[in-house]
């Protein structure tokens, strides 16, 4: 039997998911192609959908019906995910970032950082230090390598968590509304973090209700409503005024 194959240049591909919770259809139909080097925004109302989107693309969460792939392997299809040992290492190729950033409480930021690729990747503890390091520098935290979760702002933290998934080198980020629990004056931190990241050409899907953010970073935005894409195309057509109905009907309510 042929099966459906992403096309060659895509890092993440959903084929017609469908997602249920009990009864409840959360994701109708699902199409979803990111290529290489591409920022995508996903936006939307609370409860259409995205969050779960997310989930399933790294399989956190597994659609009853439909496939995905990273980089061309077969994350899950039909409600199957792939054995725990290969799925292991397909998901080390898709980082996450949620709202609540989830560090280790009890772990130093540097361990925060090197346990994934110690215990995951079987990287050595120096090596691990060094690129930990490395990394904290990059989101702006060079000095907290020994500072404790608890001692650090909520923007400090999501910064640790973006250090923390990129230690594991993903081929794509995840971000789910990855500024939506911090003070509006820690936004602006954790944002810049994310348009480094997309300057050096990392494939990502953001989650964000910041719109102005979502305008100035995607190359592409992607607008949900009820578990459907309803609307997707680039900044200019989004906020502009070929935009779908539902899409101006959203954004009359968030801008
Ligand atoms: P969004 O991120 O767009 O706000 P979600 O993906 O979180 O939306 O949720 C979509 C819908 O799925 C919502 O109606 C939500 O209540 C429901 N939902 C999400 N997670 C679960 C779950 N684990 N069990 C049952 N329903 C869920
Ligand atoms: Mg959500």
């Known amino acids: 039997m042929t099966q459906p194959k992403a096309s060659a240049g895509a890092l993440i591909s959903t084929i017609g998911l469908f997602k249920y919770f009990g009864d409840t259809l959360i994701l109708d139909d699902i199409n979803l192609t990111v ?39 077969r994350l899950s299809q039909q409600g199957q995910l792939l054995p725990e040992r290969q799925l292991d290492a397909l998901r080390t190729r898709a980082g996450m ?6 560090l280790f409480a009890h772990l130093k930021v540097i361990d925060n950082i090197t346990i994934g690729p110690r215990k995951v990747l079987e990287q050595h503890a120096e090596e691990s230090r060094r690129l930990g390091l490395e990394l904290l520098d990059k989101v702006g935290l060079a ?11 909520g923007g400090q933290k999501q910064r640790v968590a973006i250090a923390r998934a990129l230690a594991m080198r993903p081929e794509l980020m995840l971000f789910d509304e990855p500024t939506s ?38 190359d592409r935005i992607i607008v949900m409503d009820r578990g459907r894409i309803v609307d997707s195309g680039t900044p200019e057509m989004i906020f502009g005024s070929e935009a779908n109905p539902r899409t101006r009907s959203f954004l009359a309510k968030v801008l």
Do not use: W, Y
């Open 181 to 218: 629990a911090l003070d509006p004056e820690l936004v602006g931190e954790v944002l810049q973090v994310i348009r480094l990241l997309a300057a050096e050409g990392m494939t990502m899907i953001i989650v964000t209700h910041e719109m102005n953010f979502a305008r100035e970073i995607a």
């Open 97 to 102: 970032v949620f709202q609540s950033f989830n």
């Open 35 to 73: 290529q290489r080097g591409e920022v995508v925004v996903l936006i939307g109302p609370s409860g259409s959908g995205k969050s779960t989107l997310l989930r399933c693309c790294n399989g956190l969460e597994i659609a009853q019906k439909g496939i995905v792939e990273i980089c061309g392997e």
């Open 143 to 153: 000095d907290k390598a020994d500072a404790m979760p608890g001692n650090l702002s």
